[in-house]
């Protein structure tokens, strides 16, 4: 499904080169994390996917059902089921929270030649996913992340997620300044939404999330590299012991 390989990435102006050679296939149905240090190109990776500005791709290649992600503009790249949620969700002020999801869905729908929801038919959808987050009406009704907390503006985005259905869902550090609760909650929301037609790329710099989203693999990641990958007991090593006895290792290696 997701196939990178060889990703070598560098600020636009030239002036660094942030990512240094990144492979890493994710399949259908699977759940891969990617931990690391702070400052090691985790969210690098996930703009280049998504498109974002400001990055030259220098060498390699990343592709979704082996279409090729880097040469479509970002709208195409949701479009062919590539869904990302930030580690800082935009607010989007003037701008009604089911307004948008309305417009994302329907955009989406068109892009994939299906016929748009009618109004009634989206707001049982809508509501349905929403409560199982334990989203109010009233969350629904407000300006996109307008005075959201934390918790708030995180649950929105699994909501986002849940009402676009993508193939490929990229979480960056979605768990980061998330009370426990929270965290369950956006826990649970992704775990609703595994399937075997979709795949997950979870970024976190801690282990806890990786408690409630069990991963099939976790990768680590340092100055740009996938230094090491393994089972979810690779996680528990970096909480018992640090990044550093890794980061020693592959050094040595
Ligand atoms: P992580 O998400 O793993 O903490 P990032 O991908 O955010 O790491 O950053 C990787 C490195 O690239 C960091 O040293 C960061 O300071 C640098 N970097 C990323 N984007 C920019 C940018 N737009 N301008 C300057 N430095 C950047
Ligand atoms: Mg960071
Ligand atoms: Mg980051």
Redesign the pocket.
């Known amino acids: 499904m997701l196939e990178i390989k060889n990703l070598h990435a560098q600020?636009e102006d030239g002036?660094?080169q942030?990512l240094r050679g990144i492979s890493l296939t994710v399949p259908a149905g699977q759940v891969h994390a990617i931990m690391?240090?702070?400052?090691?190109?985790?969210?690098?990776?996930s703009?280049i996917l998504a498109g974002r500005d400001?990055?030259e791709v220098t060498q390699g290649t990343a592709t979704l059902d082996g279409r090729d992600l880097l040469s479509m503009e970002p709208e195409e790249r949701a479009a062919a089921g590539l869904f990302l949620a930030f580690?800082y969700p935009v607010e989007i002020p003037g701008v009604g929270n089911m307004t948008f999801l309305r417009t994302a869905v329907n955009a989406q729908r068109k892009a994939r030649g299906e016929a748009e929801l009618s109004s009634g038919d989206f707001l049982k959808v809508v509501r349905e996913r929403a409560r199982a987050l334990h989203i109010d009406a009233d969350m629904l009704k407000r300006p996109v992340n307008v005075g959201f907390s934390g918790g708030e503006k995180k649950r929105n985005e699994i909501l986002q997620m849940a009402m676009l259905e993508p193939r490929m869902c990229i979480l960056?550090?979605t768990d980061s300044g998330l009370d426990v609760d929270a965290m369950r909650l956006v826990a649970e929301g992704v775990n609703a939404l595994r399937s075997p037609d979709r795949s997950f790329l979870v970024?976190t710099?801690y282990q806890r999330l990786l408690d409630h989203i069990r991963p099939d693999v976790v990768h680590i990641?340092a100055d740009?590299r996938i230094v090491r990958s393994g089972g979810p007991e690779l996680a528990l090593e970096v909480e018992r012991n640090g990044y550093a006895g890794i980061l020693g290792e592959a050094a040595d290696a």
């Open positions: 600020l002036s660094r942030i690391g240090p702070n400052g090691s190109g985790k969210s690098t990776t703009y400001g990055y580690q960056d550090e970024i710099h990641m740009g």
